[in-house]
């Protein structure tokens, strides 16, 4: 399966807005959207944003996704110490009938 | 309470079985896809499978690397999606969770973890 990239780290100083990316193929996040999704160590993931832009009721207006070509993006503005946290998308592939992860990215909030 | 319950884990010598279930509870069940998706002590998520909620008949899909040895199904009368892992190995110890699929994984249990070691 071919799965999403996502780099493995990304650190922004409190306050300060991280982009986190995510690439995919045509075949899913290009076709299919993305969705993002946050991870606390110990707890289970937390949907942010699905179909690349739509937000969850109750997620902070902080968390803003969107999508160009096969890459999705999320991105985080005023960073804060609570935002520090992995951070994986998510894809359906049309053509392999699976859903992919990607590897997550670590945030560090500096 | 919106929620899904697993249960089921446990500690398995390679090559055995194990049937997980998930207790889903404050929607409704029947008309939402449900997965299953795992995470390795320390690794990132990984989707195991999907089945459908069409009343016209389910579909499932798997990860190559279950296919042919899990199975993923539901009763709606109960509420409770399962999943049958035979012929186990040491690479699927790993939490295990399940998931509902209204916009995209929307709802996750707290899990429940599978450790395959002889």
């Known amino acids: 399966q071919a799965g999403l990239t996502q780099p493995p780290s990304v650190s922004q100083d409190l306050r300060q807005t991280a982009t986190l990316t995510c690439i995919g193929n045509?075949?899913?996040?290009?076709?299919?959207?993305v969705a993002w999704l946050q991870q606390h160590q110990g707890h289970p993931p937390k949907l942010l944003s699905y179909r690349s832009n739509n937000r969850p009721s109750g997620i902070s207006e902080r968390f803003s996704a969107s999508r160009s070509g096969n890459t999705g993006f999320l991105t985080i503005t005023g960073l804060q110490p609570e935002d520090e946290a992995d951070y994986y998308c998510?894809?359906?592939?049309?053509?392999?009938?699976?859903?992919?992860f990607g590897g997550g990215t670590k945030l560090t909030v500096l | 309470q919106v929620q899904l319950v697993e249960s089921g884990g446990g500690m398995v010598q390679p090559g055995r079985s194990l049937r997980l279930s998930c207790a889903a509870s404050g929607f409704a069940f029947s008309y939402y896809g449900m997965h299953w998706v795992r995470q390795a002590p320390g690794k990132g998520l990984e989707w195991v499978a999907v089945?459908?909620?069409?009343?016209?008949?389910?579909?499932?899909y798997y990860a190559d690397s279950v296919k042919g040895r899990f199975t993923i199904s539901r009763d709606n009368s109960k509420n409770t999606l399962y999943l049958q892992m035979n012929s186990l190995r040491p690479e699927d110890t790993a939490l295990y969770y399940c998931?509902?699929?209204?916009?995209?994984?929307?709802?996750w249990g707290r899990g429940t973890m599978v450790t395959v070691s002889s």
């Open positions: 089945i459908s909620y069409s009343f016209t008949g389910s579909f499932q």
């Open positions: 998931v509902k699929e209204s916009d995209a994984f929307d709802l």
């Open positions: 045509s075949n899913n996040v290009g076709s299919q959207g």
């Open positions: 998510s894809a359906w592939d049309s053509s392999l009938h699976v859903w992919e």
